[in-house]
Antibody, heavy 126, light 110 residues
């Protein structure tokens, strides 16, 4: 069974740091792009970051560039999101998700997010 | 302000057919697949439709998706009370190199 399980959320003060983890099982972690998606209380879904495991390609939304770092450990089948300089507006449930993608003639094509974890809650407050 | 535009709410009575629209641009829906997600209260999003019009195993055929140009739509026929949820459309955006989502549509079964 394909499964994603997030952990590491909690309460942190503004300006603080937190690292989220996502342990995956049931598929070859190194073969997939992975994403972090967040959802603020009562709000919609918002993409945060993407990573291609075996090449280290990484993409971030503008508001987290320079503050968040996405990474992966293939040996541990784990995805991470290191969050620094946290702000109140970063308060959200953070989901890790597997990317459905294709590769053709040297280009990647990104289709959608086909498996999601249950999420980990991050609250930034003093 | 979401990149993809969905109506904030929709409603119908049991057995009715409801359609939810999703509007984007050439950099997202116009050149990429659309996914639809269903989110029940307090739970993670679940894939309802993938690659525009495909249903994962386990999703009833009451749910269908379509795409035309820079717009997409989700249709739910034979509406049931358990369909009450938030529905989100999503697509890859070539300009942002990331995923964009609609603001979500809250479906109420009257």
């Amino acid at each position: 069974e394909v499964q994603l399980v997030e952990s590491g959320g909690g309460l942190v003060q503004p300006g603080g740091s937190l690292t989220l983890s996502c342990v995956v099982s049931g598929f070859s972690f190194s073969s997939y792009w992975m994403s972090w998606i967040r959802q603020a209380p009562g709000k919609g879904l918002e993409w945060v970051a993407n990573i291609r495991q075996n090449a280290g390609d990484k993409y971030y939304m503008d508001s987290v560039k320079g503050r968040f770092i996405i990474s992966g450990d293939i040996a541990k089948n784990s995805l991470y999101l290191q969050m620094n300089s946290l702000r109140a507006e970063d308060t959200a449930v953070y989901y890790c998700a597997r990317v459905d993608s294709g590769y053709n003639y040297g280009l990647y094509y990104y289709y959608g997010l086909d498996v999601w974890g249950r999420g980990s809650t991050v609250t930034v407050s003093s | 302000q979401s990149v993809l535009t969905q109506p904030p709410s929709a409603s119908g009575t049991p057995g009715q057919r409801v359609t939810i629209s999703c509007s984007g641009s050439n950099s997202n829906i116009g050149g990429n697949y659309v996914y639809w997600y269903q989110q029940l209260p307090g739970t993670a999003p679940k894939v309802l439709i993938y690659r525009n019009d495909q249903r994962p195993s386990g999703v009833p055929d009451r749910f269908s998706g379509s795409k035309s140009g820079t717009s997409a739509s989700l249709a739910i026929s034979g509406l049931r009370s358990e369909d009450e949820a938030d529905y989100y459309c999503s697509s890859w955006d070539d300009s942002l190199s990331g995923w964009v989502f609609g603001g979500g549509t809250e479906l109420t079964v009257l």
